[in-house]
């Protein structure tokens, strides 16, 4: 069965600095990515993807993600965090067309001012 | 702009009642989705639908059924309210095109609590 793996629970920053949220993945067929985020009060949405080609994938609000096939893993990126990124980030994958998407546990962001 | 309405935002149940959560997509989406979101054990998923009454068990259906009637609706039905199913619940839908249906429109959830 599928699993997503999120390595840090809680993540304390503060602004301007740089983040890695870790994420692997456990299938050993073709799959494809998510990174979510979950803003405080808000709904969950969208943050970037990845399905094929380029494995450097950028997102939105300055987020990119990295597919390394050969470690399983997606890990997320950001080269100077702001205040508003305080937010929950969870990782996704889906192993084949129509199968539906698997969460990891999720990763809170704690952005200092 | 598309839309995830879930019906309920907070609801208070006793143990044993019979709960229903609506969710209803504007999007003319094929695939719906129920998660739960739990602290420290992130989205895990309920039943999902690829298309009209069509069902599929997730990780965590026990406690649970869905109905889908027409496209656009997905209902979560606890038969039988546990403190156990405290909890907030997610509904989501995308389009089937493949890598497409990860992409997950969600509802504003339905905060649960069952006394």
């Known amino acids: 069965a599928q699993s997503v793996s999120q390595h840090n629970h809680h993540v304390i920053l503060s602004e301007a600095a740089s983040l890695e949220l870790g994420c692997n993945y456990s299938?050993?067929?073709?799959?494809?990515l998510f990174w979510y985020v979950q803003y405080p009060g808000q709904h969950l949405q969208l943050l970037l993807k990845?399905?094929?080609?380029?494995?450097l994938v950028k997102g939105i609000k300055g987020f990119e993600a990295e597919f390394i096939k050969s470690k399983f893993s997606f890990n997320l990126r950001k080269p100077s965090v702001q205040w508003s990124d305080t937010a929950e980030y969870f990782c996704a994958v889906n192993a084949e067309a129509g199968t539906a998407l698997i969460f990891g546990k999720g990763t809170t962001l704690s952005v200092s001012s | 702009d598309v839309k995830v309405t879930q019906s309920s935002r907070y609801l208070v149940k006793r143990t044993g009642e019979k709960v229903f959560l609506e969710c209803v997509q504007d999007m003319d989406h094929e695939n719906m989705f129920w998660y739960r979101q739990d602290p420290g054990l992130g989205l895990r998923l309920i039943y999902f639908s690829y298309d009209v009454k069509m069902k599929e068990k997730g990780d965590i259906p026990e406690g649970y059924s869905v109905s889908r009637e027409k496209k656009e609706r997905f209902s979560l039905i606890l038969e039988s309210a546990s403190t156990n199913q405290t909890s907030m619940y997610l509904c989501?839908?995308?389009?089937?095109?493949?890598?497409?249906?990860?992409?997950?429109?969600f509802g504003e959830g339905s905060r649960l609590t069952v006394l």
């Open positions: 990845y399905f094929s080609g380029d494995p």
């Open positions: 989501a839908s995308s389009l089937p095109i493949q890598g497409r249906a990860g992409e997950l429109f």
């Open positions: 299938y050993g067929g073709t799959v494809n």
